[in-house]
């Protein structure tokens, strides 16, 4: 159950954390979310969840600066009377083999999806561990369990979410806090969009299951991690790829 719990969720104009936005909404969470600058995007989401008769809100904030993420966790908290949860799921990918990856791609990738993870958690994790109470979800991928080639910048943030939230999951087990990660593997979302023609075949091939993944279905791994019902479950990282990684 996540009716009623306020909600956190980072880049959710498009793909999995639109999917998540949805869901949550649709479950009777209160639900706001960030983008980066895609606003026809994100009005189109508050449009869906008004249709379906909830309400969320939208904030166009970077997940790059301290700063203003500090300013957006506290604006949401007040907007929403609280926080509860927050999903970190904002991030990009800047792919090349790593003999021509230029030095701005690596960066990038580092400063948006890693530094990202820790600028909203550290603006979100002081008042759950004061408040007793707070989950946090971040949504990793496969390419840090298994590696992907041409993947060498994104696949080290991916992989340091997981150790992110395997060392934050212990510091704050005692205080009801608990910290996750989900890692996807290929979901048809605008990413799977940046791969080259080329190489999908090979990948497809690759997915026991023969398909790629709906944002949806990884978006009801999160919205289950949010809930009571997982409040034992901390320091966890649910794979969700079809076979790809197993
Ligand atoms: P997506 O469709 O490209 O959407 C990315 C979202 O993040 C958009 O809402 C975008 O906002 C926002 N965003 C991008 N850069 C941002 C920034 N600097 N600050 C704030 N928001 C920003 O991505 P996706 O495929 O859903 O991926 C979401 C997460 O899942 C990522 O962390 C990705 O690594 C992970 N993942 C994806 C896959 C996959 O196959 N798709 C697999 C494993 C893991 P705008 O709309 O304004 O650009």
């Keep these: 159950m996540v009716s009623g719990k306020k909600i956190l969720v980072t880049g959710g104009s498009r ?12 479950a009777g969470a209160d639900v706001a979310f960030t983008y980066h600058s895609n606003t026809a995007a994100a009005e189109a989401v508050c449009q869906e969840a008004e249709e379906a008769s909830a309400r969320v809100l939208a904030l166009q904030a970077e997940a790059e600066q301290f700063e203003k993420t500090k300013e957006t966790v506290e604006h949401v908290r007040q907007m929403l009377g609280g926080l509860d949860g927050v999903v970190l799921n904002a991030g990009i990918t800047r792919d090349r083999p790593l003999v021509m990856m230029p030095e701005e791609s690596w960066d990038e990738v580092m400063t948006t999806n890693l530094k990202g993870t ?46 992110f939230v395997k060392s934050l999951s212990k510091e704050v087990a005692a205080y009801g806090v608990t910290v996750n990660a989900v890692a996807p593997g290929f979901i048809e979302t605008d990413i799977w969009e940046s791969i080259p023609e080329s190489k999908r075949e090979g990948i497809m091939n690759s997915i026991p299951q023969k398909r790629l993944g709906k944002a949806e279905e990884v978006a009801a791994a999160i919205r289950f991690l949010l809930s009571e019902e997982a409040a034992y479950i901390t320091g966890s990282v649910l794979v969700i790829d079809g076979g790809l990684s197993s």
């Design 15 to 26: 793909g999995i954390g639109r999917a998540t936005v949805l869901a949550l909404a649709k």
């Design 118 to 163: 820790f600028n909203y958690a550290r603006a979100a994790i002081y008042d759950m561990v004061r408040q007793r109470s707070g989950r946090i979800v971040c949504v990793s991928s496969v390419s840090g369990l298994v590696g992907v080639p041409g993947q060498t910048n994104y696949a080290a943030t991916k992989a340091g979410q997981i150790g």
